[in-house]
């Protein structure tokens, strides 16, 4: 058996100890260049491990199916999360290597690399990420900044997939809430004009002076004349001609209200939001009712990020909205990894909408947010 053998089979058998092992154990990710299954198990069932594809395991044939997913792939990557510890098994043509961190340490880290076929080209789009300072002067994606990549990589590849019906002749315009360093709104700008020949404008707009101000140089530096950035909150903004897409990445705490009722008020077709922290919504609900539930602190945190995000689908629901809600990266890479997708599609169902909001007291941001602005303009 080759050097490689010897390693996989090492490394089957210490995935095999610690699952047998691991009563905590919740997840399994495999991703390979041919397969990508997330394993999680059931919480009725805690016997089944059920894929998102549909496929069911039990845990005791885990290691075994592993041990056949590590022997036909040359490269890929194992990941699990064991008593707080991520173990990642990664795997190379010539080499196996197992990585144990702490999950705190993982959350100040990149992701992992190998861990999903890039959908943004480095070697392609080199020139990019190095005016973006993502790529170093030698042409190597720089290790703080790796995350950051894999998280914007993804959110393209969403973006790429529901714009699959968008055949207007126009240019398609985008508005980038809360741009920041704008690597988002660059590198979707150089998928859409440079790989997919989509004629596009891409606005993006933050508070910030300072990121205004560097986001314009790098756009000076590439010469991208579609592009536009302006020092402005969400809600003051107003936009010269259609917008079609409004797009919120981490935009903090009401920040993604603002942009999701700007989305709405503009009429855009498509609504893209990952939203960051969700204070605002903490202590307006009504908690009574789960009391008993609640008065733990990690529950009511977790109750009141939940409510948020699915009020504010209900209320895209409401304006007519389709929408589709996502873990758009794995949790181990940000946990703040829900994506609100929203295409205007359909009549208006204001329901639920309604009976929700009686839930909660006062007026939710998003409302207030909305109400402002179709008074104001
Ligand atoms: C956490 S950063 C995220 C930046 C970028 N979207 C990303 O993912 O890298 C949030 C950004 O939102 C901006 N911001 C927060 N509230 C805002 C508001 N009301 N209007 C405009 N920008 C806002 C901040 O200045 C900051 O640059």
Redesign the pocket.
Known sequence: MDKRGQKLRQSVQMVLLRLQDNEAFQRVEIETPTEAQVFVLDPLNPRVLRSQQGKQLSPSDLPEYLAAVMARAERGSIRFVERGTLVTVTLLPNDVKLSLSTLDAVHQRPAESGTRQQFIRVEEALELLQALGIASPEGKVRADRRR?LYQVDRFVELVDQILEDWDEQRPLTIL??????S??AFVLNYWLKEKRRISCRVIG????EE?IASSRSIQQRLNYRNMEFHK????EYRPVGPVDMVL?????DT?TD?ALALGIHLNCKYIISVP?CQAALRQRIDYTPWQAIARHPIFRNRLSDVLTDGLRAVALEARGYKVSVAEYVSPLDTPKNIMLRAVKTKAADATAHRDLQNLVEGTLPLESFLQSLDKSF
């Open positions: 950051k980038d809430c809360g741009c920041g360093k690597y988002l707009i933050d508070s910030n990121v402005s909150s969400i809600l919120s990445l981490h935009a903090c920040a603002e960051c």
